[in-house]
């Protein structure tokens, strides 16, 4: 782990370390982080919004022992000594964090195979835009991994500018809107517990269940979060996360592909190959939740395991209480169609399509 050395937190603490971290991406260096709000100084907001956006980094941590100058004097630099909201605001990131862990696994093992990062400089994704080559337009923006772009704030408002998105299809994570690229955004509402983040066309995002730690419970449902738009991949990375046998050949990959649109204007189709290697403790069956952002109700939902349509809940509660089928919320960050499968073998081989 590469670190920054003692500093103080403030607004210009978080302001520095994004090109920092986008700079020792560009020279190999992966794991680069500085500590939570620093370890002198900072603030109940300067706090949250460093946490936010440094949940979306691959190292993450907390110095305390120092901290004596904030509101409530307390010596310690910790998520939930400031209250409310912060401790809700902390806690929500953190929770968002641990759900990603698959995404950012494997983001971590492309880096140690490839020396890719995971914090990717805006050029090391669009090369062939000239906006993202010098830093007036991307310095305080990255993409993590090819599917998310992450904005942090960095000054004491309840907004951000300059926010630019490259060419392709964007969608707002929080909310789900539709963005057409090549354009920068200005004025991006993003109050104290709003971190701005975007999701790339085509993202195939894979989620744990919600757990407080990691191995908590087993990782035996995996959320697949896809945003569809043309045709698209991601190869899932798994190992036993315990010891290095991974470097003698223990661990598996998986490839997801996704094809259609988002607008429902055709068809999508979503297909999930076997899992290939072995590690100790691999599961050898699970349970595939899908969650597929369209504005479009679909008219039919079929498995080809099941070579047949699957059954349309009519409401979510109906939806989680049964092994298989599928439910649309339309108010669901502009529209959601859940897909959930019965547990399939890891080793098994099927397809998933929505029709309109």
Known sequence: VLWTGDQSGSWNYIR???????????????????DVDGIFGGSDSTYTRDLQWKCFTPVFMCMSGWATNNKNHIVDKQPWLFGEPYTS???????????????????CNEAYETGVPAVRGMLLEFPHDTLTWGEEKTRYQYMLGKFLLVAPVYKSEGKRDGIYLPEGKWFDYWSGEAIKGVQTLNNYPAPL??????????????????????????????????YPSGQSNFTLYEDDGLTR?????????????????????QPVTITVNPSNGEYKGKLQERVYLFTVHTNKKPSSVIADFEKKKLKRFKDKAEFASATEGWFYDPADRNGVVYVKTKKLALATKFGIKLKF
């Open 16 to 34: 520095w370390h994004i090109p920092t971290l986008i700079g020792s991406g560009l020279s190999a260096q992966n794991f680069a982080t500085g």
């Open 89 to 107: 605001i902390n806690r929500k990131y953190l929770k968002l964090k641990q759900r990603m862990t698959p995404y950012m696994y494997t983001l």
């Open 193 to 226: 517990d709003k971190l701005p983040l975007f999701v790339r066309g085509g993202a195939i995002i894979p989620l744990y269940p919600q757990m407080m730690y990691d191995a908590e419970r087993p990782a035996d449902t995996l959320t697949l979060d896809i």
């Open 245 to 265: 046998e991974h470097r003698q050949g223990a661990f598996a990959k998986q490839l997801f592909e996704c094809e259609g649109e988002a607008d429902g204007t």
